[in-house]
């Protein structure tokens, strides 16, 4: 089992950035995959980017420049830095853990555990 907290989201004006932070805990948490997903109101939960346990990294192709998911093994916490943030980016952010490592996962039924969401709202 793993268990998922989430933190950093709050409200921001446009053009600004936040960090969000996951920490997980329970026996397997070093060594799973790690990802971040966004839902906004009305649409499907979308990927963001992911991490293994050696920090390779894959990210959605139209979040990559302005979001960087980054890892401390040590601390078993994943992070998400957005910068450049735009209204669009308005949604609640999801961490969440993959217990395959083979290939990469970018939809939310092949991943095993979720925390419990924290809101992002950029205003325009």
């Known amino acids: 089992q793993v268990q998922l907290v989430e933190s950093g989201g709050g409200l921001v004006q446009a053009g600004g950035s936040l960090r969000l932070s996951c920490a997980a805990s329970g026996r397997t948490a070093s060594s799973v995959t790690m990802g971040w997903f966004r839902q906004a109101p009305g649409k499907e939960r979308e990927f963001v980017a992911a991490i293994s346990r050696s920090n390779n990294i894959y990210y959605e192709d139209s979040m990559k420049g302005r979001f960087t998911i980054s890892r401390d093994n040590a601390e078993n916490t994943v992070y998400l830095q957005m910068d450049s943030l735009k209204p669009e980016d308005t949604a609640v952010y999801y961490c969440?853990?993959?217990?395959?490592?083979?290939?990469?996962?970018?939809?939310?039924?092949?991943?095993?555990?979720w925390g419990q969401g924290t809101q992002v709202t950029v205003s325009s």
């Open positions: 969440a853990a993959d217990r395959q490592s083979v290939t990469w996962h970018t939809r939310a039924w092949q991943y095993d555990y």
